[in-house]
């Protein structure tokens, strides 16, 4: 439910930029702004934590929390409260603009729809992706079982990170007059902290963006060869079958993809069999020609592109496919991220 609610106020707020505001991201580059935004994030994270060093020091200087009455105790917890609302309505303003700022950027040439809309504002708000099964694939059932604990402590990691840098400071800071200064050493962890997750949260906005405009020129580029039930075809559909089956979470990029061949291509992708079997996809693939597994490879490559952070086993298995280890990926994934797209 709480989901939903963000969805939609991220919506509106989006779709307020994109309509009221144009001549403001007409002004900023995305380059520009993001160094902007991040910047800001900084900041906030800054001022807010220095405004409750100063309830809880300043203000009362000298007293245990034990002595205080529980009048006192409840005002700082609420304006402590009340500080971090403002701080996160703040970060998320900042994220929901820079989200406005890459799809205005993008639909000079490409229609940005509301469903993509949406996915680009959970990732802002570091949201899950809904759970979809496409075609029978299921890209859960590769999930390993830790996820929900690595996600519930990765949701904590802001509290997390600063219970251990206060205990870190107290071991490295001797005993004395210079203790005094850990909450304002504090307001500089938050504030490197809060920049730190709006870069990754904007990159991940970024590269949703990129993958989507890369699927675009993709379909485009199929829909002039047009699909005649080829060993070629064959294949190609199935690694973009299997990459939605190892990808560990919905991908609306890929699934959108699957589903438009689909829909222009009626039974193109239905036809096949365990259309997500790995061994059946590299059979195909060994038969092809040099040249058509040279094509093969670098749409392989951009699909596997489109996930952040470590690859599965299964996933470096179906590169080795290729020839091609997971450093040597690495490497086109940099360039990728930093030229701010793919090419077919």
């Not at 409750?52 to 917890?77: C, E, K, R």
């Not at 929900?148 to 990170?161: E, T």
């Not at 699957?258 to 060994?286: G, R, T, W």
């Not at 040249?291 to 489109?306: G, N, P, R, V």
């Amino acid at each position: 439910m709480l989901q939903i609610l963000l969805e939609k106020w991220g919506l509106s707020h989006i779709n307020n930029y994109l309509d009221n505001h144009i001549s403001l991201l007409n002004k900023l580059t995305d380059h520009q702004a993001t160094k902007i935004a991040i910047l800001l994030s900084f900041v906030i994270g800054f001022i807010v934590t220095l405004a409750t060093v100063y309830l809880g020091i300043i203000l009362f200087p000298d007293q245990d929390i034990l002595s205080m009455s529980w009048a006192v105790i409840f005002s700082i917890i609420v304006a402590n409260i009340c500080l971090i609302l403002i701080e996160f309505w703040l970060l998320f303003h900042i994220t929901l603009l820079m989200t406005a700022l890459y799809i205005h950027a993008v639909q000079k040439q490409h229609l940005v729809e509301e469903n993509f809309k949406r996915s680009l504002i959970r990732a802002a708000f570091e949201l899950d992706e809904p759970e979809k099964i496409t075609l029978g694939i299921n890209p859960y059932r590769k999930r390993k079982t830790g996820y929900w604990l690595i996600a519930l402590l990765y949701k904590v990691k802001i509290i997390l990170s600063n219970l251990i840098a206060k205990v870190v400071l107290k071991k490295i800071i001797s005993r004395g007059g210079s203790r005094m200064y850990i909450p304002y050493i504090a307001t500089i962890i938050t504030g490197f902290w809060d920049a730190w997750v709006q870069y990754v949260v904007l990159k991940e906005v970024r590269l949703r963006i990129y993958s989507r405009v890369y699927v675009l020129n993709l379909l485009t580029y199929i829909k002039k060869t047009k699909i005649s039930n080829t060993l070629y075809d064959e294949t190609l559909i199935r690694l973009i079958a299997v990459r939605l089956d190892l990808f560990g979470l919905f991908n609306i990029n890929i699934d959108y993809l699957l589903n438009q061949l689909e829909a222009d291509f009626p039974n193109s992708v239905s036809q096949y069999e365990k259309i997500y079997d790995i061994d059946i996809f590299s059979q195909c693939y060994a038969e092809l020609s040099t040249e058509k597994k040279k094509s093969i490879i670098q749409i392989a490559i951009a699909l596997f592109a489109f996930k952040r952070g470590f690859l599965s086993k299964e996933e470096k298995k179906v590169l080795e496919i290729f020839n091609i280890s997971f450093a040597e990926f690495k490497t086109y994934r940099r360039h990728v991220y930093k030229v701010k797209g793919f090419s077919l």
